[in-house]
């Protein structure tokens, strides 16, 4: 897992290019996010390879998601609360 949470560019710009077609910058938001969001999960699950597999999970719904891409104005916050949605959910079906 990638340690810097420098981004390779600002997010506005890689989010413009992919909602204008670019689809070779998914994988520069996935490098940029996936580190961050992992670790931002793990403090809510408390598991390493689950919230591995949350973040992946993240990124595979925004995928498949494309004609809605024009409806998320900031994508730093969506992928934050989606997982934390999925991060909750996880510790909640855990829990019962």
């Not at 890689?14 to 999960?41: H, I, K, V």
């Not at 024009?70 to 730093?76: G, T």
Request: charged share 25%; glycine share 2%.
């Amino acid at each position: 897992m990638k340690t810097s949470t420098k981004k390779s560019k600002p997010v506005e710009e890689t989010w413009a290019g992919l909602c204008n077609g670019q689809e070779e910058e998914f994988s520069a938001l996935f490098y940029d996010y996936y580190p961050a969001l992992c670790r931002f999960s793990l403090l809510i699950t408390n598991d390493f390879k689950i919230s591995n597999q949350l973040i992946i999970d993240v990124f595979h719904q925004l995928w498949n998601q494309k004609s809605d891409w024009k409806n998320i104005y900031h994508i730093d916050s969506y992928l934050y609360l989606r997982a934390y949605q999925l991060s909750k959910e996880c510790v909640l079906k855990r829990s019962h």
